[in-house]
Each structure stands twice: as structure tokens, then as C-alpha cells.
């Protein structure tokens, strides 16, 4: 039963922190489309890392980016409100950019894939 205990409060930070991003955050210059992929909470409680998935141009992703690292502290107090946990988690808010490194391996694959039939 414990080595599901991580799993299922990464899970429930995860959803919580989705809300908070797309509901609650009413900054304005937050205007692409921003998806928690995953979050990694620490065994001892103390830290959350959240990996987000940014829509848009390098220099949105680096703004909004921005945008979500100072809106930690509120991301925070909302995750304290929603989740009863002992410690609330510290807020680490990183770009995932597995989603573009997948699209590039398949657009790799893709062009092997054509280059194999134009020998044949």
C-alpha cells in the first residue's frame, strides 16, 4: 500500500495544480494553451516538482513560463486548500518539452521512412 501513496499524491497535485492553472490564474498575459503533463511530489512532502506543456512561440513559452514561476506561491495555497496533506508542497514550476522532442523523432522517422522508399 505505501509504494502507491506517491503515485496517487502525484496524481491528485497534478489535477489540482491543471485547475488552478486553467481556472483560477486570471493573469492577462496568459493567453496560450498551458497542460500539466506530470508532477513529481518529493517522499518527504517538501517539493512538487510540476512539468507543463506550453503551446506556442519560443518567446511565449519563456513568458508564460515566467508567468506560472510567480504564480507559484498562489499555485501553492491553492494545492494546500484542495489536497489535505501534512506539509504542503514548494512549488518548482519546469517546461516539459517531451511532447516537441517526440514530434521531432517522428518527423526523423518520417523522413527515413521516405528516404527507404525512394531506394527501393
Do not use: C, W
Not at 489536497?83 to 517522428?106: A, C, F, W, Y
Amino acid at each position: 500500500m505505501v509504494k502507491y501513496r506517491g503515485g496517487r499524491i502525484n496524481e491528485e497535485v497534478r489535477k489540482v495544480v491543471s485547475n488552478i492553472i486553467q481556472n483560477e490564474i486570471k493573469d492577462p498575459r496568459l493567453n496560450t494553451l498551458i497542460s500539466v503533463t506530470r508532477v513529481e511530489v518529493t517522499k518527504d512532502l517538501g517539493y512538487a516538482k510540476v512539468f507543463v506543456s506550453i503551446l506556442g512561440t519560443k518567446e511565449e513559452k519563456e513568458e508564460n513560463l515566467k508567468i506560472l514561476k510567480k504564480s507559484a506561491g498562489f499555485i501553492r495555497r491553492g494545492v494546500g486548500r484542495e489536497v489535505k496533506l501534512r506539509i504542503t508542497p514548494e512549488i518548482l514550476i519546469e517546461l516539459d518539452n517531451s511532447i516537441e522532442q517526440g514530434m521531432h523523432i517522428d518527423s526523423i522517422l518520417h523522413k527515413i521512412k521516405e528516404s527507404g522508399e525512394k531506394n527501393d
